[in-house]
């Protein structure tokens, strides 16, 4: 999948810490919007903490609906490979497609560091 749009939501915490969510669109036609979840490294760079499908629709989602799940953690099913390990290679590029579109990196600065 590659990264077609990007750009940054809001920040919040996550597990505690400072985070930055992301609205990404993709050309992956199972998951076209996804938000990406970004923490400050140790190294002064941006890690990628998570994603989440983005797949809210106000037609389902006005009322509390159970037989329907607006956010889900795929993470792991997106970077998983053959030996269900991760697959550091694709994640690392899909984080640096997210950094380099638009005014990621510089709006991710100014509100997480």
């Known amino acids: 999948m590659?990264?077609?749009?990007?750009?940054?939501?809001r920040s919040l915490e996550k597990d505690g810490a400072p985070c930055a969510e992301v609205q990404v669109r993709t050309d992956d036609p199972q998951c076209e919007q996804v938000l990406a979840y970004f923490?400050?490294?140790a190294d002064q760079d941006y890690?990628?903490?998570s994603?989440?499908?983005d797949d809210a629709?106000?037609?389902t989602d006005w009322f509390?609906?159970?037989?329907?799940t607006a956010y889900e953690d795929i993470t792991m099913q997106w970077f998983e490979n053959e030996s269900l390990k991760t697959d550091w290679g694709r994640r690392e590029t899909f984080k640096?497609?997210?950094?380099?579109?638009g005014q990621v990196r510089e709006d991710l600065k100014r509100l997480i560091g």
């Not at 640096?96 to 579109?101: A, F, P, T």
Request: glycine residues 0%.
């Open 2 to 9: 590659n990264v077609l749009e990007a750009h940054v939501a």
């Open 39 to 41: 923490s400050l490294s």
């Open 47 to 49: 890690d990628l903490v």
């Open 51 to 53: 994603i989440v499908r």
């Open 57 to 59: 629709d106000l037609l």
């Open 64 to 68: 509390d609906n159970s037989m329907h």
């Open 96 to 101: 640096q497609q997210v950094l380099s579109s």
